[in-house]
Nanobody, 120 residues
């Protein structure tokens, strides 16, 4: 059974840092592009950061460029989101996403989400 489990969310003050982790089971992430999305109340889910299966390419939402860093450790079957200089507007539920390439077909998977709240 394929699962993505996020951890590391919580309450942090503005300007602080958090690192989110996403650990996969049921498949190896080396075959998948991995992404972090977020969704705030009343808003659409948006892409925050993406890293390709080899880790050779990353892209970020303009709102987080220079503050967030996505990375992956295929040996640990995990992907991470380092978040620095957090702002109140970063408050959201953060979701891990995997798009697995299997025999030239793409299979998307989602985690259950982890809450990040930035507040003083």
């Amino acid at each position: 059974q394929v699962q993505l489990v996020e951890s590391g969310g919580g309450l942090v003050q503005p300007g602080g840092s958090l690192t989110l982790s996403c650990t996969a089971s049921g498949f190896t992430i080396s075959s998948a592009d991995m992404s972090w999305y977020r969704q705030a109340p009343g808003k659409e889910r948006e892409l925050v950061a993406r890293i390709t299966s080899t880790g050779g390419s990353t892209n970020y939402a303009d709102s987080v460029k220079g503050r967030f860093t996505v990375s992956r450790d295929n040996a640990k079957n995990s992907v991470y989101l380092q978040m620095n200089s957090l702002k109140a507007e970063d408050t959201s539920v953060y979701y891990c996403n995997a798009v697995r390439n299997l025999l030239s077909r793409l299979y998307p998977y989602w985690g259950q989400g982890t809450q990040v709240t930035v507040s003083s």
